[in-house]
C-alpha cells in the first residue's frame, strides 16, 4: 500500500487519510526528544500496515532531525522493538 504521510510539525503529528478514515501518530518534541504518545488507526481500516508505514515515517523524520523517541503508546514501543534498526533511535 503506497500512503501519503504528511508530517505537521507545528501540531507535531504525522497523518495519512485512507478510505476517508483520518490515521496519525501525534508526538511532543521537548530536548530533541520526539516523545510518541498516540498511534491512532480506526478499526474500519486496521490491519493494513498504515500504523507501520506511520512510524517508519516518524523514524525516518527523526533520524534527518537527529532526534531521539520516546515511544510512550504500547504500539510504537512494540514497533520499535520489532525493528532493531530503530534502536539507535532510542531515548
Known amino acids: 500500500m503506497d500512503l501519503e504521510i504528511t508530517h505537521d510539525r507545528t501540531g507535531h503529528r504525522f497523518e495519512t487519510t485512507v478510505d476517508g ?3 496519525a501518530i501525534d508526538y511532543t518534541l521537548a530536548g530533541g526528544v520526539m516523545n510518541i504518545h498516540h ?3 480506526p478499526s ?3 490491519g493494513r500496515g498504515i500504523a507501520s508505514a506511520l512510524m517508519k515515517a516518524a523514524t525516518d523524520a527523526a533520524r534527518d532531525e537527529g532526534w531521539k523517541i520516546k515511544p510512550s ?3 510504537a514501543a512494540a514497533w520499535m522493538k520489532r525493528h532493531p534498526e530503530a534502536a539507535d533511535l532510542l531515548a
Open 21 to 23: 478514515a483520518v490515521c
Open 39 to 41: 498511534t491512532g488507526v
Open 44 to 46: 474500519a481500516v486496521e
Open 73 to 75: 503508546c504500547s504500539y
